[in-house]
């Protein structure tokens, strides 16, 4: 008897097995959230083309208290999308914090769940502004066999210092090897390539940029011809004085 049953289970557990709709999350847990943003879990129902889902519902848990989501949201800020299967919060609050359980329901009646957690993020974020150089090969997405090897200089200089290089050399951590001058050399099978990146240089910032002396030259120019207007105009007054004075005492002599 205890041999046939052993046959039963092995031939129908399958049978069953197969007929289920997998749940699953389509982020990982624990899932963490920061309080006033927005949380979407959203669920991936595996099944086959004969499986129907005839409903999907949404509970959380938190210390034994477990509240349904779905169904009667009276919060503005819960909704519900994709047939049941997204559920969006948005300006999360210390309550929405805990477990989510979703559950399907197939037409048979048979239901199915997978639960997630959700924490509130609580450490500040950190951020901050890399100094690194990458070089980036442009291959036109051609198959290669190989993996390109980098080689960086600093104002003609190799570097040598791995901790300033990341990614297999790809990257060049700035900071740690300073200079005006970088140049990344990639060797591969598709060919070396060299590319040279300067940063501003430290020149003497001059007041004046190429707009500002054609603006200069124009004003020197404008002020060259007045003062040329002027001393013909300063002449052509004095001519009358200097004829007759010139003239006048040849005529009285
Ligand atoms: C978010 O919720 C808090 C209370 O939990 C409220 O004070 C705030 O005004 C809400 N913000 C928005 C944008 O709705
Ligand atoms: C930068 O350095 C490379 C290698 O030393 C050199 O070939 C290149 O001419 C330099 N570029 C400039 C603008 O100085
Ligand atoms: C680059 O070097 C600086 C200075 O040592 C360091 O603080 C920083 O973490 C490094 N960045 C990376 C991405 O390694």
Redesign the pocket.
């Given at each position: 008897m205890g041999l046939w049953r052993l046959v039963w289970i092995l031939f129908m557990v399958p049978v069953f097995v197969h007929g289920r709709i997998s749940v699953h999350f389509k982020t990982g847990r624990p899932l963490y959230v920061a309080l006033g943003k927005t949380l979407v879990l959203e669920a991936i129902f595996q099944k086959n083309p004969e499986d129907n889902i005839d409903m999907v519902t949404w509970d959380r848990q938190r210390e034994k208290e477990n509240v349904r989501i779905s169904g009667t949201i009276h919060d503005k800020r819960i909704s519900l999308e994709k047939d049941n299967a997204l559920l969006r919060i948005i300006n999360i609050s210390r309550g929405d914090f805990g477990t989510y359980k979703v559950t399907v329901t197939d037409s048979n009646g048979d239901q199915q769940h997978n639960s997630i957690e959700v924490r509130m993020m609580e450490q500040p974020l950190k951020a901050s502004i890399a100094n690194l150089l990458e070089c980036f090969v442009d291959t036109n997405d051609v198959a290669q066999w190989d993996t390109p090897q980098f080689e960086w200089?600093v104002?003609?200089v190799g570097v040598t210092s791995q901790t300033a290089l990341l990614e297999n050399g790809r990257r060049l951590n700035i900071s740690l090897v300073k200079g005006?001058?970088y140049?990344c050399i990639t060797h591969s099978s598709l060919g070396t390539v060299?590319t040279?990146f300067?940063t501003s240089k430290e020149t003497p910032t001059s007041p004046c940029s190429w707009p500002c002396y054609k603006g200069l030259i124009a004003a020197c120019v404008v002020l060259a011809l007045l003062f040329v207007i002027c001393v013909i105009i300063m002449k052509m007054r004095r001519q009358p004085k200097y004829v007759p004075t010139g003239v006048e005492p040849a005529n009285t002599v």
């Open positions: 200089l104002d003609g005006e001058n140049t060299t040279h300067e």
